[in-house]
């Protein structure tokens, strides 16, 4: 993030002075957050809590950061960020009665395309750090949409409308589900897959992000 050597010994991703200073929004511990409140406007039922991480503001260092995670065939960022936000967030109780972990799955030719999807990257450092499980096979993106990024406005809502499909609902029966995602601007496509989710009967839900968009 600020452009320092950090060495090739080191098993660090970013410097100890950027790790200090990344923008944590401390959502772990506040409910009615704007992550929060931008998702229960879907009116899912049943979620249980929802947070960010970090807040993203373009022409920022962090900005860089979540461009290399991305597209930069970097994913051992999102694996860095996703276990560094797990060790803060479970002080807070925040992964709490969680049995499931589901990221928000890629389109099978955006998968082939980029080569691995950032959000099960994130989730696999929540996971290594809470024990919590991963699953990718109930939830798939059954249609493979143009970039949210690209889109604006209620663009974004058609955009992924339907995007999202679910397999085997009777297996996710009364589980508590956590839904990971890189980042949530106006979190059309996390209500979108939780909208899916709905087949999943008795379920109840909450959403990991590591980054809010302002």
């Known amino acids: 993030m600020c452009g320092k050597y950090i ?4 098993k660090e991703i970013i410097c100890p002075d950027c790790l200090r200073i990344l923008p944590r929004t401390e959502q772990d511990t506040l409910r ?5 409140m931008t998702l229960t406007e879907s009116k899912v039922m049943h979620l249980n809590r ?4 970090l807040f993203y503001e373009k022409e920022t260092p962090i900005q860089g950061l979540i461009h290399k995670m991305k597209y930069a065939d970097q994913p051992e960022i999102a694996y860095f960020l996703g276990r560094q936000a797990a060790l803060e967030f479970q002080y807070a109780d925040f992964f709490d009665g969680i049995d499931i972990i589901i990221p928000v799955p890629l389109h099978l030719k955006r998968l082939r395309e980029r080569g691995y999807n950032q959000s099960e990257y994130i989730a696999r450092g ?3 750090v809470t024990g919590i499980p991963i699953d990718t096979t109930h939830v798939v993106r059954s249609r493979n949409t143009p970039k949210q990024a690209l889109q604006k406005g209620d663009e974004r809502k058609q955009n992924v409308s339907e995007a999202f499909t679910v397999n085997h609902p009777e297996q996710m029966y009364h589980k508590h589900i956590l839904l990971v995602d890189d980042l949530i601007t106006t979190g059309e496509t996390a209500k979108a897959c939780l909208h899916a989710m709905k087949k999943f009967r ?3 839900f909450s959403v990991f992000s590591l980054c809010k968009a302002s």
Do not use: K, R
């Open 7 to 10: 060495g090739e010994q080191s």
């Open 32 to 36: 009615q957050n704007i992550t929060e």
């Open 50 to 53: 929802a947070a960010a991480f």
């Open 126 to 128: 929540i996971s290594d």
């Open 202 to 204: 008795g379920a109840s």
